[in-house]
């Protein structure tokens, strides 16, 4: 080999030994650029855990907000007549109280039974918009239903039973609206 050749053979070493430098270079570059690529990501995806989970959160609430406004809304429905009941329940007691006169003459008979026409209408248009009459005579004392304002002692009714019912109670649907007045056996 010649001087020339030898001269060629090293700078072509030398171009290769750069390349090879110059490639090892260019990898750990692109290792930093791929651990910072990587940390970048981890970040974003800790960033778009975060966003789902306060979307989560916001979400049930909005739909607990939802059902317990669809909730209050039907309940208002439901008992959105109540105090307007509660304020004809006195005139039902009252037309009660009339048609339950003793010994009534003829005349007052006639009149009886166009009372009791009315109240017959009367109860049917409760009834329909779910107002029902509280059983007490003879049933079981609940406070529930009952407010007991007298007691009693009669062999013929056992402990805790209603004996007496001295006015009537009302629930408008499944909502208590007034309690009957009753006399309890002890």
Aim: hydrophobic letters at 35%; glycine letters at 4%.
């Amino acid at each position: 080999m010649n001087r020339g050749e030898r001269m060629a053979e090293k700078k072509k070493k030398d171009v290769e030994e750069e390349t090879v430098d110059e490639t090892l270079e260019e990898t750990a570059e692109a290792d930093k650029k791929d651990e910072s690529v990587d940390s970048q990501l981890a970040k974003l995806e800790e960033e778009v855990n975060t966003w789902k989970t306060d979307y989560y959160k916001v979400f049930a609430d909005m739909e607990n907000l939802k059902r317990r406004l669809e909730k209050e809304h039907q309940n208002s429905l439901k008992f959105m007549m109540q105090s307007f009941i509660e304020e004809l329940l006195p005139v039902v007691d009252n037309f009660e109280r009339s048609l339950n006169v003793e010994n009534p003459s003829e005349e007052i008979q006639t009149f009886l039974k166009g009372y009791q026409m009315i109240f017959d209408q009367l109860m049917a248009i409760l009834e329909k918009n779910g107002v029902e009459v509280i059983e007490a005579q003879g049933q079981e004392f609940d406070p529930n239903f009952h407010q007991a304002v007298m007691t009693a002692n009669d062999e013929n009714y056992g402990h805790n039973i209603v004996v007496e019912e001295l006015q009537k109670g009302y629930k408008l649907k499944d909502r208590v609206i007034r309690a009957s007045l009753v006399k309890v056996n002890e």
